[in-house]
């Protein structure tokens, strides 16, 4: 028992000594500094406070911001001055080629059931969106590669119209949220202009739709969505319907350039009696309407214009006289 009772001393021993010390703890390393912003993501943050206020989702913001930047050939592209001015004809050459009519014909002819719905639905003469669609993107062959979100971020944080594009870009991110076009096909030119008529995006909110039923304003993909959102813009800016755009005079010998211009508008019968011709040598109709000499008062010009109501329409979709000329003149050509 002695021998037992011995035996155990050593086991009795260590149960009742003291636990050794635990080893000190090693201290925390120190947290890694927190990243400033930059000034463009802090304008970030402020822009989708804002379009939360406006109901659009996060999931949308944080991937239409995901790694965003500020884009140098649009801000190179928004300060660049033109050259040169181009003349009437110069301008008229360019964008009214033989070629553009020739394809615009065609297209007429293909999709005149379409642009006849159309036409029945808004009252514009079926030939007027198709013009404008050649002359905006040469009937949807060029419709811009530049994100558009990316185009109208950089122009609100550092272009000459800031508080302009923050409106189109807090109206892009309502389009993407509704879901008419992914992200990844949200394409336009680098002022933001989009798809086939190329609207901003205030212009897409007010006259885009839904032609062909699918439950999306389209105007990227959808040729009908597209024209008829060009003809419901023509008609919601004053189009009158079985009415004139545009038609070509001579004007007579010393006639006064002073009274031209699309402000100074008479009856069609004034303009009669002051000597004013159509150039084909058809009846122009007992309308009010103005003279447009295109390149005055900078120069001579060899075509004039009688201008109606309807030119106003097509103006408000291009406040230039060279480019709702164009537009009348390619129009008359493919229709």
């Known amino acids: 028992m002695a021998v037992a009772g011995t035996a155990l001393l050593p086991a009795i021993a260590a149960a009742q000594a003291p636990a050794p010390p635990h080893p000190p703890a090693r201290p925390a390393p120190p947290a890694a500094p927190k990243r400033e912003k930059t ?12 379009a939360r206020k406006a109901g659009v989702a996060q ?38 080629p033989q070629a553009r009519i020739d394809r615009g014909r065609q297209l ?42 990316e185009a109208l971020a950089t122009l609100a944080y550092d272009g000459r119209r800031k508080a302009f594009f923050r409106t189109e870009l807090l109206a892009a991110l309502k389009i993407l949220h509704a879901g008419h076009v992914p992200l990844s096909h949200m394409k336009g030119s680098w002022a933001g202009a989009m798809g086939q008529p190329q609207f901003m995006p205030t212009s897409f909110e007010r006259f885009a739709v839904d032609f062909d039923g699918d439950g999306h304003r389209n105007i990227w993909d959808s040729r009908a969505d597209a024209l008829a959102s060009i003809a419901n813009y023509l008609a919601r800016s004053g189009w009158r319907t079985g009415e004139p755009w545009i038609r070509e005079v001579v004007l007579p010998p010393g006639f006064d350039i002073e009274q031209t211009g699309r402000e100074k508008r008479r009856q069609v019968q004034e303009w009669l009696n002051a000597g004013v011709r159509s150039r084909d040598g058809g009846a122009l109709p007992a309308l009010e309407a103005a003279v447009l000499l295109p390149d005055a008062p900078n120069g001579p010009s060899r075509q004039a214009f009688m201008v109606f109501n309807n030119f106003g329409a097509i103006r408000r979709y291009n406040p230039s006289n060279f480019y709702t000329l164009g537009v009348g003149l390619l129009a008359d050509a493919v229709g």
């Open 39 to 50: 000034p463009f993501e802090r304008f970030l943050d402020g822009v989708a406070e804002e």
């Open 59 to 96: 999931p949308t913001l944080t991937a239409a911001f995901r790694g965003l930047a500020p884009n140098a050939r649009v801000l190179e592209l928004d300060g660049r001055q033109p050259e040169f001015t181009l003349t009437w004809e110069q301008y008229r050459d360019r964008v009214v």
């Open 108 to 149: 007429f002819q293909q999709n005149r059931v379409l642009l006849d719905a159309i036409s029945t639905r808004f009252g514009v003469a079926p030939q007027l969106p198709v013009a404008i669609w050649g002359m905006e993107t040469n009937y949807g062959g060029n419709t811009g590669g530049f994100s558009v979100i």
